[in-house]
């Protein structure tokens, strides 16, 4: 979720930031990022970042999905990571997938309804694009 009250992951200068979108929340454009370094995700203020953000609201990114049944999204696709919670029958924008050697998938997400992202595991990559 955009804000400074939140779990925070780690990105240290010189780290390459995969930036996908951007949400003005409190007159600040937070940049949803995906850190190549660690494979942490999260919302950075967009001041930080070296490069211009890209066009795209956070609530246009991948592709629209809905939540079936409630389920953890974690700052990094393992299941000790930080958590935040896609609901049932929330709104989600399914970015891309990390596959794993036994066939199944971390799809990483925004939540339209509450501002959450993460990763959400399941079966098969979803036919989403790798981070």
Same mark, same amino acid.
């Given at each position: 979720?955009?804000?400074?009250?939140?779990?925070?992951?780690? /990105?240290?200068?010189?780290? *390459?930031?995969?930036?996908?979108?951007?949400?003005?929340?409190?007159?600040?454009?937070?940049?949803?990022?995906? &850190?190549?370094?660690?494979?942490?995700?999260?919302?950075?203020?967009? #001041?930080?970042?070296?490069? /211009?953000?890209?066009?795209?609201?956070?609530?246009?990114?991948?592709? $629209?999905?809905?939540?079936?049944?409630?389920?953890?999204?974690?700052?990094?696709?393992?299941?000790?990571?930080?958590?935040?919670? /896609?609901? &049932? #029958?929330?709104? #989600?924008?399914?970015?891309?997938?990390?596959?794993?050697?036994?066939?199944?998938?971390?799809?990483?997400? $925004? &939540?339209?309804? &509450?501002?959450?992202?993460? $990763?959400?595991? *399941?079966?098969?990559?979803?036919? #989403?694009?790798?981070?």
């Amino acid at each position: 979720m955009p804000g400074t009250h939140c779990n925070r992951g780690e /990105a240290r200068p010189g780290q *390459v930031l995969a930036e996908v979108c951007v949400i003005p929340v409190d007159g600040i454009r937070w940049a949803l990022v995906h &850190n190549r370094a660690n494979g942490h995700t999260g919302f950075i203020n967009a #001041l930080r970042l070296k490069h /211009a953000d890209p066009p795209t609201h956070c609530n246009d990114v991948g592709r $629209f999905g809905i939540v079936a049944e409630n389920g953890p999204l974690h700052q990094c696709p393992e299941d000790f990571c930080n958590r935040g919670e /896609a609901t &049932n #029958l929330h709104h #989600l924008r399914l970015i891309c997938h990390i596959g794993r050697s036994d066939g199944t998938a971390w799809v990483w997400m $925004f &939540n339209r309804t &509450n501002h959450h992202e993460g $990763f959400y595991h *399941v079966s098969g990559s979803a036919g #989403l694009p790798v981070c």
